[in-house]
């Protein structure tokens, strides 16, 4: 407070109302940073690059995560305090209340065979499809991704003004034409009419995927695409208006290429590190 008003009033003056003697304040305003403070300017100015690269989504959790991924070590407490210090926020989930799924008739042969198993030891082992959809002032957007299991990337993805068959197909396509090896493949969705339909199980068929559909009700079958889509509507849908649909298209290519792959290939290859350095067997000296 009498650094802050030292220019209004004398020094001695206010020193001697607070009861502070004059020369602890001249030795406290020459006192240099410490350790902490100088650390915490350094988190901060990082933090702030960091929320504002997301557009203002990252909430201490996931902030504190990606610091731990650059290296900086900080708890979360102390990320949200500095967060709350500096007046920023992440952008919360929506509140909603839950749909009870339409039951389905599944196709024939065809079974559950993630058993909401959503770890994978290898990449190209497990893959999950949905369905989302993206309102824009023009008309709805639909978005079909196919992520894979094992680094949380999406390998195929298709956009467009309707949700048919063939907009999922062409995801699968996608995915498919970026395959490196032809091991057996799980690839699991809802029971969505797209994914029920001929062409799709026939395409399955062809290029060695195993099909997998969610049970009826069962809403945390397919969780693992589910929180992607919901990573996206925060950062991205919920906070912007599009007035076409092109811009959207737009919006949700630069997020998977720029914001979400990247980050994921991050987080797998700083997994990947960690498990090797604690495999790695010790070396006893002497």
Known sequence: MIERCRDEFPIRLMCRCLRVSTSGYYDWSKRLPSARQRDNERLLCRIHALHQDSRGTLGAGRMQEDLTEEGLTASRNRVAQLMAAAGLQGWPRPKRRGQRAQPALTPQGVCNLLERDFSALEPETKWVTDINEI?????????????????????GWSMHHRQDRQMVIRAVQMAVWQRQEQHPLILHSDRGSQFRSGDYQDYLAANGLLCSMCAVGHCGDNAACDGFFGLLKRERIYRTTYPTLDPARSDV???????HNPRMRRRRVKQDQKFSALSKPSVISG
């Open 135 to 155: 309102k824009t002032q023009q008309a709805k957007l639909y978005l079909c991704v196919v992520l894979d299991l094992f680094d949380q990337r999406i390998v």
């Open 253 to 259: 290519f630069e997020y998977i290429q720029r914001r």
